[in-house]
Antibody
Framework: QVQLKESGPGLVQPSETLSLTCTVSGFSLTSYSVSWVRQPSGKGPEWMGRMWYDGDTAYNSALKSRLSISRDTSKNQVFLKMNSLQTDDTGTYYC???????????WGQGVMVTVSS | NTVMTQSPTSMFISVGDRVTMNCKASQNVGTNVDWYQQKTGQSPKLLIYGASNRYTGVPDRFTGSGSGTDFTLTISNMQAEDLAVYYCLQYNYNPNTFGAGTKLELK
């Protein structure tokens, strides 16, 4: 069945770089796009960016200067790197699959990231 | 960016109630709106896509409607398991944007 699982450090120092990995199973990264979505505690989600099925990328303009999304199709993994982290980057980070009929039909369990010294 | 404004922010409801919540887009998004349900401690789950289409396995007490800028999610015969925060999302424009949510709580 379709599964997505995020992994990465739970604590990041201010001004440092966040690196997260999304490992997927049950579908191919060359057939479906994968997005990263984050959610501060108690707030609505925010779409960060997308790795398209064809290898192209799209980013939220608010984060574009700090964000990079890449993939390794042989390992079924999508990667997020975001630099210059600040305390307001604290929250839960999810990877999601774009369905063929809409977006975000499957979500990972999320990884909580705290930016603090 | 397209702002999605949800109302009300929270609702106190009873089991069996009919619940209606709203989402207003700051510009025309056609029917490119989804609704998601998020229970405490869980990831969001897709309920409605394309403004009015129930996703696989979603009970028929959930109904989405609307187009353009105004959208509604209705839960008929509210169940205790429906207590959650509900978010609308537009995917007509980049960036895709979510509303701030409507939280359903028991009276």
């Amino acid at each position: 069945q379709v599964q997505l699982k995020e992994s990465g450090p739970g604590l990041v120092q201010p001004s440092e770089t966040l690196s997260l990995t999304c490992t997927v199973s049950g579908f191919s990264l060359t057939s479906y796009s994968v997005s990263w979505v984050r959610q501060p505690s108690g707030k609505g989600p925010e779409w960060m960016g997308r790795m398209w099925y064809d290898g192209d990328t799209a980013y939220n303009s608010a984060l574009k200067s700090r964000l990079s999304i890449s993939r390794d199709t042989s390992k079924n993994q999508v990667f997020l790197k975001m630099n210059s982290l600040q305390t307001d980057d604290t929250g839960t980070y999810y990877c999601t699959r774009d369905s063929l009929i809409t977006v975000f039909d499957y979500w990972g369990q999320g990884v909580m990231v705290t930016v603090s010294s | 960016n397209t702002v999605m404004t949800q109302s009300p922010t929270s609702m106190f409801i009873s089991v069996g109630d009919r619940v209606t919540m709203n989402c207003k887009a700051s510009q025309n998004v056609g029917t490119n709106v989804d609704w998601y349900q998020q229970k405490t401690g869980q990831s969001p789950k897709l309920l409605i896509y394309g403004a009015s289409n129930r996703y696989t396995g979603v009970p028929d007490r959930f109904t989405g409607s609307g187009s353009g800028t105004d959208f509604t999610l209705t839960i008929s015969n509210m169940q205790a398991e429906d207590l959650a925060v509900y978010y609308c999302l537009q995917y007509n424009y980049n960036p895709n944007t979510f509303g701030a949510g409507t939280k359903l709580e028991l009276k």
